[in-house]
């Protein structure tokens, strides 16, 4: 049974910092490449950043470059996402997700994801 547990999020003011931690079991991590999606109240499920298989690509949105940080540990099975200079747009449910791929190893759909773990809260105060 594959599982993508998060852990991590919570409130905290603007400018503040947090690191969102995704462990998996189930599954062999390096034959995924991971994203960070985010949904907030009334938008879709977005992704954030994401990284391919070996950690040697990554993908961020504009609004997060220089301030977020994804990692993986395939030897560890988990994936990190660290999160500075926090702002209140930032407030969402962050989600971690797998995706098995043979060429493009990302992708900005959530429905090309093969794996999603149940989402974690992460909301920042003004």
């Known amino acids: 049974q594959v599982q993508l547990v998060e852990s991590g999020g919570g409130l905290v003011q603007a400018g503040d910092s947090l690191r969102l931690s995704c462990a998996a079991s189930g599954l062999t991590l390096s034959s995924y490449a991971m994203g960070w999606f985010r949904q907030a109240p009334g938008k879709e499920r977005a992704l954030v950043v994401g990284?391919?298989?070996?950690?040697?690509?990554?993908y961020y949105t504009d609004s997060v470059k220089g301030r977020f940080t994804i990692s993986r540990d395939n030897a560890k099975n988990t994936v990190s996402l660290q999160m500075n200079s926090l702002k209140p747009e930032d407030t969402a449910v962050y989600y971690c997700?797998?995706?098995?791929?043979?060429?493009?190893?990302?992708?900005?759909?959530?429905?090309?994801?093969?794996?999603w773990g149940q989402g974690t809260q992460v909301t920042v105060s003004s």
């Open positions: 997700a797998a995706r098995n791929y043979r060429l493009t190893w990302y992708s900005l759909s959530p429905n090309d994801y093969n794996y």
């Open positions: 990284i391919d298989r070996d950690g040697g690509r990554t």
